[in-house]
């Protein structure tokens, strides 16, 4: 059984990163001048290259049984997704101010900031361990409250603006039920590795984001 999780996930992190980079090249080569279209473009390759760090080795891990030769990519990889992640939502963020025409966001702007700079700043930090087989969860939850706070606040900046462009709707949503598997996971995967799989749905809700800016 878990040889057969262990194939689900490897598909479906190449079709991930397939799809991701795909939505990437139509935003971008659809841009024309958009410069909303071009940002999500963007956008959408950090996402792809920064989980590519992460779910390449994952997959040759899979496929190889040699988790433990690959621990020190692994743990590299996860911190540079936590690092592009962050920077995911601060694009995010802009792409939603450019087609919101949002001006008074002076105060909101330095906040969305200063949590995407805390956010990376504790994931540089040593203590987080990131090549370990099992990181502490004391710094995975301190690491991951800034980038809670971030996610909430861009998702409350597509909420109240989710009647201005129907394409875009649901966007605050995705965001919400995205945290909504990923928490879980910084918490209990260490005690429970099969929560775990909860980050596919989570994946699936960043592509949910990405194809809801084709509307863009």
Known sequence: MKRVFGTVEAVFDIL??????????????GANGNA???????MALVLAGGDAFHLLPRVLAIRTGGEEKLRKALGTGKQIASVTMTLF????????VIVFSQKDISV????????????????????????????????????????LLQGLAVAGLYFSQRHALPGLSFIWLAILFSFAFYLPVVVWANKNPKIGMLMLPKTCCYLWILTMCLSL
């Not at 939502?89 to 939603?96: C, E, K, N, Q, S």
């Open 108 to 147: 909101r702007f330095y906040v969305i900031y200063i949590l995407a700079g805390a956010r990376v700043f504790l994931c540089l930090l040593p203590q987080n361990k990131w090549r370990d087989r099992y990181p502490p969860v004391k710094w995975g939850i301190i690491r991951n409250i800034p980038f």
């Open 36 to 42: 909303s279209r071009a940002l999500a473009g963007i």
């Open 16 to 29: 991930y990163l397939t799809s991701a980079l795909a939505l990437a090249c139509i935003l971008l080569f």
């Open 89 to 96: 939502y601060l694009l995010l963020w802009h792409v939603g």
